[in-house]
C-alpha cells in the first residue's frame, strides 16, 4: 500500500536559519507529491506540487526517485512560516491524497 | 462558490447518537474527498465521489459511516451510532475532474462524542 512518512512530528528552528521538513513515501509507480500548509486557525492549503517546480514563499521541493523523497526546504526561515506542514501523495490512475501525518514548524525569534 | 463551505463548524453529540456532516465543494469541481483528521494524526482517507460514477468508499472505517452526493453538488457523511473514537475534524475538499491542482479543502467540522 502506498505511505506518506514524515518523520519529524515537531520541527523547531530560529528565524533566518534554513529548514528542511522531510518526506518519504512508498510507491513504485509514478507519483505525484505535494505540500500542503495549515497556518494557525486557517484552512488546509495546498503549498507547492512537484510537476510544477514552483517555490512558493521561498519554499522548494524536489522529487527524488531514487530515495523516494520529497523534502520541502527553505534557505531562510521567517516566524510567519510557524505553520503544520503535510505532505501528500498522488497515485496514477486515482484521484485520492495519501497524507502523512504532518510536521509542526515553529519558527523561533 | 468561492471556497468549499461546512457546516456545522463545531458539532457536540451524545454517545449513539447519528450525526450529519455537510459538505459544499466549489462550483464546477467534478470530484469531492472526505477525510478525518484525529488529534495529533495525519489527515485519514473517507471516501471519494467524481461526478456520477461510484463513489470509492474503501476508507470508510465501519458501516455506520455513510456518504452521498447528488450529482456536483452537496455531500453528506452521515454517522450513525456514534462513538467516542468518532471524534476527530472531518476535512471536505474538492478538486477538477483530475485532481492534478490539488485540493481545496474546506475549515471542517469538529465532531465531539460525548
Known amino acids: 500500500a502506498q505511505r506518506v512518512t514524515q518523520p519529524e512530528k515537531l520541527l523547531s528552528v530560529f528565524k533566518g536559519a534554513p529548514v528542511e521538513l522531510k518526506c518519504n513515501y512508498s510507491?513504485?509507480?509514478?507519483?505525484?507529491l505535494f505540500w500542503y500548509v495549515q497556518y494557525s486557525r486557517q484552512r488546509l492549503q495546498l503549498l507547492l506540487r512537484?510537476?510544477s517546480r514552483e517555490s512558493i514563499k521561498g519554499f522548494t521541493a524536489d522529487l527524488n526517485k531514487g530515495e523516494t523523497s520529497f523534502h520541502l526546504k527553505k534557505p531562510f526561515a521567517q516566524e510567519e512560516d510557524s505553520a503544520m506542514y503535510y505532505c501528500?501523495?498522488?497515485?496514477?490512475?486515482?484521484?485520492?491524497?495519501?497524507f502523512g501525518q504532518g510536521t509542526r514548524l515553529t519558527i523561533n525569534p | 462558490g468561492a471556497g468549499v463551505s461546512q457546516s456545522p463548524s463545531n458539532k457536540v453529540t451524545e454517545k449513539g447518537k447519528d450525526v450529519e456532516l455537510r459538505c459544499d465543494p466549489i462550483s464546477g469541481h467534478t470530484a469531492l474527498y472526505w477525510y478525518r483528521q484525529r488529534l495529533g494524526q495525519g489527515l485519514e482517507f473517507l471516501i471519494y465521489?467524481?461526478?456520477?460514477?461510484?463513489?470509492?468508499k474503501s476508507g470508510l472505517p465501519s458501516d455506520r459511516f455513510s456518504a452521498e452526493r447528488t450529482g456536483e453538488s452537496v455531500s453528506t457523511l452521515t454517522i450513525q451510532r456514534t462513538q467516542q473514537e468518532d471524534s476527530a475534524v472531518y476535512l471536505c475538499?474538492?478538486?477538477?475532474?483530475?485532481?492534478?491542482?490539488?485540493?481545496?479543502f474546506g475549515s471542517g467540522t469538529r465532531l465531539t462524542v460525548v
Open positions: 512537484h510537476i
Open positions: 501528500a501523495l498522488k497515485v496514477e490512475g486515482a484521484q485520492k491524497l495519501v
Open positions: 510507491y513504485s509507480g509514478s507519483p505525484e
Open positions: 475538499a474538492s478538486s477538477s475532474r483530475t485532481g492534478g491542482y490539488g485540493y481545496t
Open positions: 465521489f467524481q461526478g456520477n460514477s461510484a463513489p470509492d
